[in-house]
Each structure stands twice: as C-alpha cells, then as structure tokens.
C-alpha cells in the first residue's frame, strides 16, 4: 500500500494530458461524471471511445510503477475470493488473486481509489498488493467467480440508469428554478417601487 495514496484520478488526469492523450475536455468531462454522478473515471473515459483499456492500463502502469496483471491468468481459491466482502469487489470490480500469509493480492480495474483499498486492508487484516488488470477482463472473472455477479450487474445498472434520468431531469429543472427565483425577486422590486408610499 505504500505510495499508493498517488494513485488518484487526478494524477491519472494529469498524466493522459502530459501525454496529449486524450483531449482534455474529454479528461475534465470524465471528472465531473465521477464527481458529480459517481461513474468509475476510467469507464467514463473509455465510454467516450478516445481511449482504449489498454492504453490506460499502460499509463498507469508507467506513471505509477504497478504491475499488470490478467485476474483470468490466475485460479482464485475459495479462501480467497471469500475474503473479501464482495458487494466491495462487485462495486469496485475488484479480483482478488491470491494470498500470502498476510500480504493479499488484488486486481484493480485500472485504478481504484485508494481509501477502496484501505478498507480492504483493515476489514481483512492483510496488506493489500494491487496488480493493474482490466476492468472487462475483471468483470468476465467476476462472473465465473460468483454466480450472483450477473445479477448484480443488472441490478446495479438500472440503479445507475434511473439515477441518470433523476439528474438529467432535476439539473433543468433547478436551472429553471434559479432564474425563476430572479424573475420573482425582480418582479417584487418592481412592485415594491410601485406601491404608493406613506405620507406621500
């Protein structure tokens, strides 16, 4: 876990614009999803098509000095996927691979925030090793490895969905209400100005 706390999507951002990557309206719209609308910053960037998983995984294992790591290339035992609670691996589409005595390691989905990780670490005792795996490739293994992940997904997605349309209906709307809000003071003013005075 140690200098892990730079793993961040912000130095993730900074890095893709250093390299001319990615345009970076592109880079600023995929921090405010994550901001704004909790989207997994690496899957708001790859959604947007100017990016590959790949390339991504690649930044980040050059700028952060992480290994990469395929989670299929692995058989993960019943001791270990169990570690973890796995409404935290289905959320974060995290693999967990292997232990070794006190040392359990992991694949990320490209980046994963590292307070994720920290929890990891405290809720099983162990010191928490990431590899850089893929976030298809991770979701795939996830599927194998838990009957109920599918399921989940579905689950999850529609969440996601209804959320999406709640704020695409609420952001217009409060948009609406603000100048609403100005008109109404302005037409108040204007009465006010309007009503005769006392004593004239």
């Known amino acids: 876990m140690k200098g892990l706390e730079k793993l961040t999507s912000i130095r993730l951002a900074e890095a893709l614009t250093q390299r001319d990557a990615i345009p970076n309206d592109v880079i600023t719209d995929a921090l405010y999803a994550q901001d704004r609308h909790g989207e997994p910053f690496v899957e708001a960037l790859v959604a947007t098509g100017h990016i590959t998983e790949w390339d991504l995984a690649k930044t980040v294992v050059e700028q952060f000095q992480v ?42 989905p490209i980046l994963t925030p590292t307070e994720v990780l920290s929890k990891i670490a405290r809720s099983t005792g162990c010191e928490v090793y990431p590899y850089v795996g893929l976030v298809s490739e991770n979701k795939n293994v996830l599927g194998k490895l838990f009957p109920d992940y599918a399921d989940w997904q579905k689950v999850s997605e529609k969440r996601r969905e209804h959320a999406r349309v709640q704020r695409a209906e609420s952001e217009p709307k409060a948009a609406n209400d603000n100048w609403a809000s100005i008109f109404d003071s302005g037409d108040a003013q204007v009465r006010d100005g309007l009503r005769p005075r006392s004593g004239s």
């Open 67 to 108: 290994p990469f790591l395929m989670a299929s290339s692995y058989d993960v035992g019943d001791d270990v996927k169990n570690l973890v609670d796995k409404e935290i691996l289905f959320e974060h589409c995290i693999v967990p691979i292997d232990r070794f005595e006190n040392i359990l390691t992991l694949a990320m």
